[in-house]
């Protein structure tokens, strides 16, 4: 649904060319969610505005959803739905009118566009609403209605800039599920932006990681933490520490074990679930039993860390460059 080879774009900062994206290749499977998460001026933000149309790349080429982006931008923007992070509603106007403009901008007819704005009520809990002026919504309606919006000409593909920002936790969660359904229902494929870690790993069947214009990871969320953070057991062992800690230490299962100042035990171990097992077997064979046992699972905050240095809203090293808002593109809707 994505494919993009070296993708690059550069600014002009003074007298300097400052690079933000620096040829990321990407690739997203038709019925994905992927995450696509950064630090602060990391390249997420202009690496989106080119796979929308908003920016022309400096170099590099991909195909949306089957179109390309350098000769056909007019043709993608029909593929896809781009609901940006502040939305475009006019707080004046009613929602059936939004929906039913947004439509009519599309070339969709007048009949189908009704049934179009119709069926997208009540898909995303907007029945009853139709008649509401947009300015009269709640927080976790408003940005359904801005999804519904990004959705009212059925793209193949729809990019979430910073889908549940700004929401309480319970509107979080209400439109997590209705981001899921659009892949499980619809068979749309998802791309997203988010600065909730939290959000990445309860939604995204991938995640990619951009750091300084690169990517510099892209798994499932839980290979990542596999791969890049270790489960931490805390062990309390009735008997002499040091001597828990070499034995425990020889296991293959065992990045690494320490005594801890408490004299309890820390133990970083590949697997966790099977490294329990491991370590309790271990120590009981040799005569010394465990009062108690607490294990840490890592969290992709933890793998963010490791890959970039930085949490995910810290600010980069060095200058952040202009991103601008219509430079050498022409905005959605299609004409």
Same mark, same amino acid.
């Given at each position: 649904m994505i494919e993009a080879n070296g993708l690059t774009r550069t600014f002009r900062a003074g007298r300097q060319t400052v690079a933000a994206v620096r040829g990321v290749d990407l690739r997203v499977q038709p019925g994905e969610i992927v995450g696509f998460l950064g630090p602060n001026g990391a390249g997420k933000t202009t690496t989106l505005r080119m796979l929308t149309t908003l920016l022309q790349p400096t170099s590099g080429t991909a195909r949306i959803a089957g179109a390309d982006l350098r000769?056909?931008?007019? =043709?993608?923007?029909?593929? &896809?739905?781009?609901?940006a992070q502040y939305g475009g509603t006019d707080p004046n106007a009613?929602?059936? =009118?939004e929906l039913f403009l947004q439509a009519r901008l599309y070339r969709i007819g007048a009949g189908p566009a009704r049934r179009r704005v119709a069926a997208l009520l009540p898909q995303l809990d907007l029945g009853g609403l139709n008649s509401r002026p947009v300015g009269s919504l709640s927080g976790g309606q408003r940005r359904r209605l801005d999804i519904a919006l990004g959705l009212v000409h059925e793209p193949q593909i729809v990019f979430l800039d910073e889908p549940t920002a700004g929401l309480d936790p319970h509107s979080r969660n209400n439109l997590w599920e209705h981001i899921r359904r659009l892949r499980d229902e619809n068979g749309t494929t998802v791309f997203l932006t988010t600065h909730y870690l939290? =959000?990445?790993?309860?939604?995204?069947?991938r995640i990619l990681v &951009?750091?300084?214009g690169r990517i510099v990871a892209e798994d499932t969320p839980a290979n990542l933490k596999r791969q890049l953070a270790a489960d931490v057991l805390t062990v309390d062992v009735a008997g002499d520490p040091d001597a828990a800690r070499r034995l425990l230490a020889g296991l293959s299962g065992v990045r690494q074990a320490a005594v801890t100042s408490t004299g309890g035990l820390q133990v970083t171990l590949a697997d966790g679930e099977q490294g329990i097992i491991d370590v309790i077997t271990t120590l009981a064979g040799a005569g010394l039993g465990v009062r108690a046992l607490q294990l840490a699972r890592p969290s992709l905050d933890d793998v963010f860390l490791t890959l970039t240095g930085r949490?995910?809203?810290?600010?980069?090293?060095?200058p952040t460059p202009p &991103?601008?808002?219509t430079e050498g593109a022409e905005h959605v809707p299609a004409r």
């Open positions: 000769t056909a931008p007019r =043709e993608v923007r029909r593929r &896809i739905g781009y609901v009613l929602v059936d =009118e939290d =959000e990445a790993d309860a939604l995204c069947d &951009i750091d300084h949490g995910l809203r810290d600010d980069p090293d060095g &991103i601008p808002t």
